[in-house]
């Protein structure tokens, strides 16, 4: 094997394996044979947020449930910071790309052999969720990947990290800015783990599918590639950023010390029936939303954090014991059987829970069509801020929202991008001249569970602007000891994810501080 960095090209660059990415794969793969796509991922191919996805899908499906009514439900969680038109389209558009999963093959939970088992969850006035037990994600990722696996045009590569967008910065050595409006993207450097080697991977059209970016809080539902690379990534490249201040934080993540990433209690567990109950056993939503269990996340995590301070308890508990268990072990046997691997019998036992950072509702700014603000680089998925979900997002609207916005960049693929190419400049191969490999690799790992603590302890689900600001010089100092870093090393995925990690915490905290006023997720004593 050449030892040399190749320069790869293709049609269509896709970073990222989870729904965001495969979906519009199979769809280009599909409609056009000829057509060379890549998907470059960095982890096993079924390694994604995707794959743990628990509650499952929202869509209006049967007659007692109306668009107008999802509608509504989606606007009031975001607090109406939402884009009302997008929020209308998206909704809309969701039962036909639902209608496409399942005939993809995806396996959703029937009621009867006619109807399929609508589940709800909080701050939905209607049952509305498709889901597959409770590991929906997973049944939807291995949907997926089958089809990936019957398209020959599609050449998936795991352990495929994406470092940075190929811009005129690397062809023409230019300087931009985020005025600048003539940015073209030709691709991105991805690094092959096995060998080291970064490559060149020069495409017409490059997408980001990147996924979230959990792993920048020490408590968190998401797996560890959820760092955010491809956002920062974007930022780098000077592709506009919005709403990062919105972070959802899950108000029932399974509470087990020490352990990370946290296990979810599906918010279907409470759309079940299941109460919310404090150390002493009360129910304490009763007094906060009429919803009770059911208001949503935002309400909810920021009641348990409330009430934990007033208790000074180290958690909250999910109470099922009312509810009928065997309907509830046949809807939740994942939960069922994880809660028995650490002693807790959900018929007699309280659930112990508490708040985990889920879900990034910001991202990087895309228009109807998933552009950017880059020409050629579309992004979708949880890496994307479309404006769907405002400044909370309704839960089990997300993966909705990566296949409608994936077939809308299909679309404007198809009609837009294909008939004449982009010339490709000449690319340079990856600088690593002067690098050496990190003599104390502890160092990397430190920062990186520095910015974790920082972020949870001080940018979590209650802000003020003196945590605010004294996050912002603790991951100033975090910044230059890391570029310091990076500049000397050869380069590593623990480094790459390091430092992004460090833009998206600097993102979060800077536009945390730009906010004028409380909304949804956003919550700044200083504000209140
Ligand atoms: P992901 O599925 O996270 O995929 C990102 C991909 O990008 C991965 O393959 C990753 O390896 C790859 N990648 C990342 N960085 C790089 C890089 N530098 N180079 C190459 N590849 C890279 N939403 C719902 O709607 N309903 C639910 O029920 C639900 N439940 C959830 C439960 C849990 C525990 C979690 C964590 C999330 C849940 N969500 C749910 C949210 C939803 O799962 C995610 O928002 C959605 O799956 C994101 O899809 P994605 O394709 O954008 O990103
Ligand atoms: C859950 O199942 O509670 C998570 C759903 C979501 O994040 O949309």
């Avoid at 109807?368 to 309704?394: D, K, P, V």
């Amino acid at each position: 094997m050449s030892n040399h960095p190749k320069n790869i090209q293709t049609d269509i660059l896709i970073l990222g394996s989870g729904i965001a990415g495969l979906s519009i794969a199979i769809k280009l793969a599909k409609a056009q044979p000829e057509l060379k796509i890549i998907v470059a991922t960095k982890d096993q191919k079924d390694e994604s947020n995707t794959k743990y996805a628990q509650g499952g899908v929202a869509v209006v499906w049967d007659k007692f449930d109306t668009f107008e009514s999802h509608i509504a439900d989606t606007l009031r969680a975001g607090e109406y910071a939402n884009d009302p038109k997008v929020v209308k389209k998206v909704i809309e558009k969701a039962p036909k790309r639902m209608k496409e999963l399942i005939e993809w093959g995806t396996d959703f939970d029937l009621r009867d052999p006619e109807h399929y088992d609508l589940g709800k969850e909080g701050g939905h006035s209607a049952n509305r969720i498709l889901h597959h037990k409770d590991v929906t994600g997973f049944e939807i990722q291995k949907t997926l990947l089958n089809q990936v696996n019957a398209l020959p045009n599609i050449i998936l590569l795991q352990h495929h990290f994406a470092i940075d967008l190929i811009t005129q910065h690397h062809t023409e050595k230019r300087k931009h800015t985020f005025k600048d409006t003539d940015i073209v993207c030709f691709g991105a450097y991805i690094m092959n783990e096995k060998t080291q080697i970064i490559d060149i991977y020069s495409a017409q059209i490059t997408i980001i599918a990147t996924g979230g970016a959990g792993q920048a809080y020490a408590s968190t539902t998401n797996p560890v590639i959820a760092t955010g690379d491809g956002i920062a990534m974007a930022y780098r490249a000077k592709a506009r950023i919005a709403d990062m201040q919105y972070q959802q934080f899950h108000p029932t993540s399974l509470y087990e010390p020490g352990k990370s990433p946290s296990f979810l209690i599906t918010e279907a567990v409470r759309g079940f029936g299941a109460y919310l109950k404090n150390d002493k056993g009360e129910r304490f939503m009763l007094q906060i939303d009429e919803r009770a269990e059911l208001a949503s996340r935002d309400i909810v995590a920021r009641a348990i954090n409330m009430e934990m301070n007033r208790t000074g308890a180290e958690c909250v508990y999910l109470d099922c014991t009312h509810l009928d268990s065997t309907a509830f072990a046949n809807h939740f046997p994942n939960i069922v059987m994880k809660c028995k691997s650490i002693g807790i019998d959900v018929t007699k036992d309280f659930i112990p829970v508490v708040p985990a950072m889920h879900y990034l509702m910001g991202g990087i700014h895309v228009n109807e069509f998933g552009e950017t603000n880059i020409t050629n680089l579309y992004a979708n998925g949880e890496a994307a801020c479309t404006g769907l979900h405002g400044a909370n997002r309704l839960a089990s609207n997300s993966l909705l929202e990566a296949l409608v916005y994936g077939h809308n960049i299909v679309q404007h693929i198809f009609k837009n991008k294909l008939t004449s190419k982009t010339p490709t400049p000449t690319i340079p191969q990856w600088d690593r001249a002067g690098t050496i490999e990190p003599k104390e690799r502890v160092l990397i790992s430190h920062n990186r569970k520095s910015i974790q603590y920082i972020m949870s302890d001080l940018v979590g689900i209650v802000r003020s602007n003196e945590r605010l600001f004294r996050a912002l010089d603790h991951l100033n100092y975090i910044y230059h000891d890391t570029e310091k870093l990076y500049k000397k090393s050869i380069l590593s995925p623990q480094i790459i994810e390091l430092r992004n990690l460090n833009v998206i915490a600097y993102l979060i905290v800077n536009q945390s501080l730009e906010m004028k006023e409380n909304l949804g997720s956003f919550y700044n004593l200083d504000l209140a």
